[in-house]
């Protein structure tokens, strides 16, 4: 966006990665909602196409942003007019160091992951995001043990009603064929030959797209299909390696089968998990996949940043941080303006791409003096994706968020073929959920943006009977 603004400036592009993400497939879907894929290129295919970028292969080491300047890990130096930071986030691991914890962020992570899985028969798989329910779904042949905080599975993007919905899918035992993959996939060049040496796995790789877990074989020594016990309202305690286990002389328990799980296990396992419900288990590797952390590391030091609650580097609502001329983008920043009623910041691919896309634009407006109104995009919290096959579309407040108690749910659920669920307040729609070929996106992102009064609809809105759709058209 910034070399079509200004093709005549030099833009420097610094990143630690040999290959760049790029949005393919971009299909505008409503308003406010996007499809696109996301894919690994190399960088020369960007600096074909805008002459003015130079891609700089290298991590930052320092900023110092009263001198603005950037020194790089290779040695080098760039004065800078204008600064953007979106080095993202990284994987908040439930503890560093452990060669048997495993962090699920980025392409590369998700390779170490497929390398272990094939000779694991016991994971323990903790975290409740979008990457922890994908990954529960896709295992195959090896028993899984699914440690959430929350009462539901998928608690960043469902309540326990969609959880419901979906739990049947999980533990299905035949498959249908998953629908072709259109993303391609780059792996980083020289990376496979050279047996990547385990102290670089702490290189950030860039962050994984929707459909990372397509063309992996996530398969592990066992033969059945599918084995996953869930232990709710829990978080890891402590891990013990198999030596301090049996120091402790505790008891670590079997897989469960069914509710009675009581049995002691007697397999040794290399590592032990123990949760904060009292339970151990003992497993081949455990996967954090907890959310991430903003990666500001490298720009702190000697800068005066305002930083959000969350780690990220706080930006106003021209994507501007408290230093001057330094913007942030995507994962590494805190929205820290007025949000409008129904958006919400999210760590996804969809805001990333569209804040990205706005600070080019602010950074455009202030280099020539002038003003930039709020894009469209920051209206309304809108993200599509895709969960056990189903497509999964969530507008708004879609889990209440903020709300507090004063708000009503109203629910359409076909088992097996569609979950529909509407948050109103006030007769207003603020938020909904749909699960499946609902079609109903458009209508909703409507109603939830012109903010109409529904309560003379009443129940009647979410009637299957009723084509809502032609209706409110």
């Known amino acids: 966006k ?73 040695g080098k130096e760039y004065i800078y007019e204008k600064l953007c930071l979106c080095a993202g986030a990284k994987p908040k691991l439930i503890v560093e160091g452990n060669p048997y914890v495993l962090g699920i962020r980025d392409t590369d992570s998700a390779q170490a992951f497929q390398k ?26 090896c028993e899984v043990i699914w440690a959430i905080k929350d009462k539901a599975i998928g608690n960043t993007f469902f309540d326990a009603g969609a959880a419901e919905f979906l739990i049947p899918k999980l533990t299905a035992e035949s498959r249908e064929t998953p629908i072709e993959c259109k993303r391609t996939k780059y792996t980083v060049e020289g990376s496979e030959e050279k047996g990547r040496p385990t102290a670089a796995s702490d290189k ?19 033969e059945f299909s599918h084995k996953v016990h869930i232990e709710i309202l829990c978080e890891v305690k402590k891990i013990h ?45 455990i996967v954090s996949a907890t959310g991430v ?23 106003d609502k021209h994507m501007h941080t408290s230093l001057p001329d330094v913007y942030a983008a995507g994962d590494i920043c805190t929205a820290a303006w007025e949000p409008s009623p129904v958006w919400h910041q999210m760590r996804l691919w969809t805001q990333a791409r569209q804040m990205g896309w706005y600070a080019a634009k602010c950074m455009a407006a202030d280099a020539l003096g002038e003003s930039t109104d709020m894009d469209f995009s920051f209206e309304l919290f809108a993200h599509i994706t895709k969960f056990f096959n189903y ?35 006030n007769g207003r729609m603020m938020g909904a959920v749909l699960i499946g070929e609902t079609d109903l996106e458009e209508t909703f992102e409507n109603l939830i943006l012109n903010q109409m009064d529904l309560s003379v609809y009443g129940e009647d809105l979410l009637n299957p009977d009723i084509d809502i759709e032609d209706y409110f058209d």
């Open 2 to 74: 910034l070399a079509a603004e200004f093709p005549s400036e030099d833009i420097f592009l610094i990143t630690a990665s040999p290959v760049i993400k790029a949005v393919t497939n971009f299909k505008q879907v409503s308003k406010t909602l996007e499809e696109f894929d996301v894919e690994e290129q190399p960088s020369s295919l960007l600096e074909k196409r805008y002459p003015n970028i130079t891609v700089i292969q290298s991590g930052v080491k320092q900023l110092k942003s009263d001198e603005h300047k950037i020194y790089t890990e290779d």
């Open 293 to 315: 952390v903003p990666n500001v590391e490298p720009f702190l030091e000697g800068n005066n940043f305002a930083v959000g609650e969350d780690g990220g580097l706080k930006v």
């Open 241 to 285: 390696l198999q030596q301090e286990f049996i120091q402790l002389q505790q008891t670590s328990l079997t897989f469960s089968q069914g509710e009675k799980n009581v049995e002691p296990d007697e397999v040794l396992w290399p590592v032990y998990v123990e949760l904060t419900n009292g339970k151990i288990y003992g497993c081949n590797f």
């Open 116 to 141: 272990n899985l094939a000779q694991a028969e016991r994971i323990v798989v903790v975290g409740n995001g979008g990457i922890a329910l994908e990954l529960v779904y896709e295992i195959q042949g």
């Open 391 to 425: 497509k999964v579309v969530v507008l708004g407040k879609y889990n209440a968020q903020g709300l507090g108690t004063d708000h009503e749910l109203m629910l359409r659920c076909t088992k097996g073929h569609e979950y529909v669920k509407v948050v109103m307040q």
């Open 204 to 222: 950030l790789g860039s962050a994984l797209g929707p459909d990372w877990h397509e063309g992996l074989h996530l398969k592990g020594t066992k």
